[in-house]
């Protein structure tokens, strides 16, 4: 395991150095603009929204350091990009090329019946950005990327989170 | 085309002649291609019908070895049809194509596009063809698949001189391939006959392969086993060409699902490897639970450093590299290269059950030297952290002798790396947010009592469970869970008393009885070493109570 966690950091390091750098920026620029307009919410409050908005901003930074070249980040930057109210449209364009049994599932993503109980399959589609529109061989490969990603994100967070603690 | 159609229609071609002449290519050589080993070559002798150079070179080649074939593709296809049951001659042009059409096969079925006009289920089709076209056509050709199929079906039916069947090959299917059975299903469909003749093919061919000296076409024969070899899962063009092993089925749509089935489990393999603790696995149900497991932990974990990461004030000069450096090569150091010295985390029998835990107590290290006060929990991040932590915690009770436990004590190296207190303390407890700012004034409890500790098991134990007990109050206590605080408070009084009362007893029994190997200044340290803890247990019980009962006031 050391070995090959020696090998996956060297490979995710420019991807890591991206993905810090990507995410400082837009922290510092959160924080800049924290500072300017805040004060007539509770404490509470704008911690949490700060923290939705950390949170998407490391996603984000994470697929803007991977590139288009993973159907997750594409899924992930399109979602960004795209605001919720389009939510339906993007979901019919999922569904396009899926070929199992959930064939009887109708285009429509509102309309959904399924009609067996959700598989593994199927929670780790929900799972994975972009899982919906990937059959099982894709799927996985995917998830390894972005597990792989994930990982280097959590730790460069832990670390910036170390570094800024002290 | 009649002549061929008649002789056709005896063998019930009847739907290939139709679809020949349904298809907009003409003449006789516009036979539609399947899987045959004739057909397509018959068919490529027309490069003007499926353009592209590898036509060509596909029919020049052709040309050679099959002159009959070419000249009169009628008779020809019937002539071999007929010699089918009796079939040496054709059985021996089997083994030729596989080779033939590993590497120009794929570009000539490719180029050919399976279109519409038509699939030929021919009953003489050697096996190889049949997987190998069928597995680029359920690579490249969804819909056209099925449709293809179902000709091939009724062609091989009726082809089937002698109205032989076997048994039908059944394929084992894993619990997995119902959910994943994505194109598999669908070459399930027209399974039957096919496989029957296939098989009854892959058994001459396997004599044959076996005799490489054939005589009927003793050209073809010496040209195609020296291009068999070449047969096996080499992708060339997103087409990938597989060989049925002995005493595998040989359906074509078996050998796509075989080759579809070690796609998944190659995969699987890798993310085997990426998430943690997966190495006794086996199985793929257990492992994408295992797996969705794991995703779901990282993505919880970003979202708690992003909550803490809100708290933070980042200055100005941002040095991406000293960040990166510094504190994330440590703690990889610390949790992955101490391999060696496995009692020392704990953690790597501990990994393997627990395979979340070097990710937990990541944010747990970082956390504990950083004191913040404002650090308001989100109990939904915290709760999952914190069952993890309990099974962890639970695993190493169960497993560990707490001597080994006591092996995470002594690092002096390990207190030196993280220089402080306070994490040592948070590895070996196994560090939650918890220890954050309870453990402030914890004693080092890394000098290393340098005996053996083959006796000093329960004491040992007073140890953990002290330091357990104290977690686990704290924990609460800062969760503000108001009614487990009452509860864990007066379990942790109980429990700590007596456990202090146990270890007192066993320490002065262990004293008492003289052990031999310890010299008495040893035996002072030690007695001096477990004062020092006894108080600082006490102290922090106080302290704990005490803020039980301060937020139990609420």
Not at chain 2, 57 to 81: A, K, R
Not at chain 2, 89 to 115: A, W
Not at chain 2, 153 to 173: D, F, H, L
Not at chain 2, 473 to 494: E, F, P, R
Request: glycine share 8%; hydrophobic share 30%.
């Amino acid at each position: 395991m050391t070995s090959k966690h020696v090998i996956a950091a060297a490979r995710t390091s420019s991807i890591k150095t991206r993905f810090a750098r990507r995410f400082l920026r837009s922290l510092l620029k959160m924080k800049r603009s924290n500072r300017l307009g805040t004060g007539s919410q509770s404490n509470e409050e704008i911690k949490k929204r700060s923290t939705h908005i950390i949170k998407t901003a490391a996603y984000a930074s994470m697929a803007r350091a991977v590139g288009p070249r993973r159907t997750w980040s594409r899924s992930l930057l399109f979602k960004l990009r795209n605001p919720r109210r389009i939510q339906g449209v993007s979901s019919k364009r999922c569904l396009v090329t899926k070929e199992n049994k959930n064939k009887r599932i109708t285009r429509n993503k509102m309309q959904i019946i399924s009609r067996e109980p959700p598989s593994r399959a199927d929670s780790l589609r929900k799972l994975v950005p972009g899982g919906d529109s990937m059959d099982i061989c894709s799927l996985l490969e995917e998830t390894a990327h972005y597990i792989k990603c994930l990982d280097t994100q959590v730790k460069v967070m832990q670390s910036i989170a170390d570094y800024y603690s002290n | 085309m009649d002549g061929s159609g008649d002789s056709n229609a005896n063998l019930g071609y009847q739907k290939r002649v139709e679809s020949v002449m349904n298809c907009p290519s003409s003449g006789i050589n516009t036979n539609p291609f399947y899987v045959s080993a004739w057909d397509p070559v018959v068919s490529l002798s027309q490069p003007g019908n499926f353009g592209g150079s590898s036509m060509l070179s596909q029919s020049e080649f052709s040309n050679s070895p099959f002159p009959i074939v070419m000249e009169n593709p009628g008779i020809s296809n019937t002539s071999h049809l007929i010699r089918y049951p009796s079939g040496s001659g054709f059985v021996e042009l089997v083994p030729k194509f596989p080779g033939f059409g590993s590497g120009n096969f794929s570009e000539m079925v490719g180029s050919l596009g399976l279109t519409e006009c038509g699939q030929i289920a021919n009953a003489g089709c050697p096996p190889n063809y049949n997987k190998e076209a069928n597995n680029e056509r359920s690579i490249a050709n969804g819909p056209q698949h099925r449709e293809d199929q179902q000709l091939s079906e009724e062609a091989t039916i009726g082809a089937s001189p002698n109205g032989k069947r076997r048994k039908r090959v059944t394929e084992s299917k894993s619990p997995i391939d119902p959910n994943k059975n994505a194109d598999g299903e669908v070459q399930q469909d027209p399974s039957g006959e096919s496989s029957d003749i296939a098989k009854e093919l892959d058994e001459k061919k396997q004599k044959t392969e076996q005799n490489p000296g054939a005589n009927l076409r003793g050209k073809q024969a010496a040209k195609q086993t020296k291009d068999s070899p070449q047969s096996g899962e080499a992708p060339k063009e997103n087409y990938i060409h597989v060989r049925a092993r002995r005493g595998q089925a040989t359906n074509s749509h078996s050998l796509a699902e075989r080759v579809r089935r070690e796609k998944i489990s190659e995969r699987m393999r890798m993310l085997q490897e990426l998430v943690p603790g997966c190495n006794k696995i086996t199985g793929k149900a257990v492992m994408l639970d295992e797996i969705i497991n794991y995703v779901q932990s990282l993505q919880q974990q970003v979202e708690f450093l992003s909550m803490k990461l809100a708290t933070v004030n980042p200055e100005l000069p941002v040095d991406v590299e000293r960040i990166l450096s510094k504190d994330v090569s440590k703690v990889y150091v610390i949790l992955h290269s101490r391999g060696g010295n496995a009692a020392i985390l704990g953690f790597s029998p501990g990994i393997n059950s627990h395979p979340y835990s070097h990710g937990i107590f990541q944010p747990g290290i970082s956390v504990i030297p950083n004191s913040n006060p404002q650090f308001s929990p989100a109990p939904h991040v915290s709760e999952g952290s914190l069952q993890m932590f309990y099974r962890y915690i639970a695993h190493l009770l169960v497993s560990f002798p707490p001597s080994s436990l006591m092996g995470l004590l002594p690092v002096e190296k390990f207190e030196q790396e993280l220089k402080t207190n306070r994490k040592s303390i948070a590895i070996k407890m196994g560090g939650e947010e918890m220890n954050r700012s309870k453990d402030n004034t914890w004693p080092s409890p890394n000098r290393p009592p340098p005996y053996q500790e083959k006796s000093e098991d329960m004491k040992l134990w007073g140890v953990v469970i002290f330091g357990l007990i104290g977690a686990t109050a704290t924990t609460y206590a800062v969760k503000s869970l108001d009614m487990y605080g009452a509860y864990w408070s007066d379990i942790c009084g109980g429990l700590l008393t007596r456990c202090m009362l146990r270890s007192k007893s066993t320490w002065k029994g262990g004293t008492g009885t003289g052990r031999s190997f310890r010299t008495y200044f040893q035996e002072e340290a030690w007695k001096n070493y477990n004062r020092r803890m006894q108080e600082a247990y006490e102290e922090e019980m106080e302290r704990v109570v005490s803020f039980c009962l301060v937020n139990l006031s609420f």
